[in-house]
């Protein structure tokens, strides 16, 4: 008989099933499910990790539609000083696990304020745990930086950490320090002042026969001005 699934289904409905049935149902099914995850996991790993090479490809073209412009840079490094340097004191300083960041903020130092290698220290900061093998980590940091073990202060060490066991990638932190109020104040007026002009409320208005093509002023991005002379006038 070519009786359809859908059919037998109606015509028993209402007939129970016995323990052992319902038992093997449910391992059925279960057996279902791990089947289609397994068959399913490689697939969405797959899409998933496309999707993120995508991602990063079109962050990758934003940078290689940046102009190489003095300004360009200067933003970049006044950003990253903001999230992560010193704003007190009368010093350029910015600590970091990274090398890769500290590089650029020594590239930073150089290229954008002409600041003479003699005038750039670090110093190492670890943890207790860490101690004995100071005189390696700062080799590390020595060579990861291309900079002379004569440019770094004594180590510091945070005593409030009671680790005992350092993993493989223990680095600890690095700072790069100028001591230079005025580069500090230009470096924080670039990075309030472009936040300033993202968040002005003051709205453009068209004069008559204005052409907004390329958008408002400046460039057709919408910032607003920003008065900086104040800081202008310091520096």
Not at 5 to 31: F, G
Not at 171 to 183: A, K, M, N, P, S
Request: hydrophobic share 35%.
């Amino acid at each position: 008989m070519n009786i359809s699934k859908s059919t037998l289904s109606y015509w028993l409905r209402d007939l129970a099933l016995t323990p052992e049935h319902e038992e093997r149902l449910k391992m059925r099914l279960q057996d279902n499910r791990q089947s289609f995850a397994a068959r399913a996991w490689p697939i969405n790993r797959e899409r998933h990790a496309s999707a993120r090479r995508a991602a990063y490809q079109v962050g990758l073209d934003v940078v290689n539609s940046l102009p190489d412009d003095r300004s360009v840079h200067e933003l970049a490094f006044a950003m990253l000083y903001l999230g992560e340097g010193t704003k007190a004191g009368n010093r350029v300083l910015l600590g970091s696990t990274s090398p890769a960041i500290l590089r650029y903020t020594l590239w930073a130092l150089r290229r954008l304020y002409d600041v003479a290698e003699s005038e750039i220290t670090c110093r190492l900061h670890l943890i207790t745990a860490a101690e004995h093998l100071e005189p390696v980590l700062r080799e590390w940091w020595a060579h990861q930086l291309g900079i002379s073990l004569d440019r770094f202060h004594p180590t510091t060490y945070d005593r409030r950490h009671r680790e005992t066991t350092l993993t493989d990638d223990y680095h600890g932190v690095c700072e790069v320090l100028r001591l230079d109020t005025y580069l500090q104040q230009r470096i924080l007026g670039v990075a309030y002042g472009y936040l300033a002009s993202l968040s002005s409320e003051k709205t453009q208005k068209k004069p008559a026969g204005q052409d907004t093509t390329n958008g408002p002023a400046m460039g057709g991005t919408g910032l607003e001005p920003v008065d900086l002379s104040d800081v202008n006038a310091a520096l």
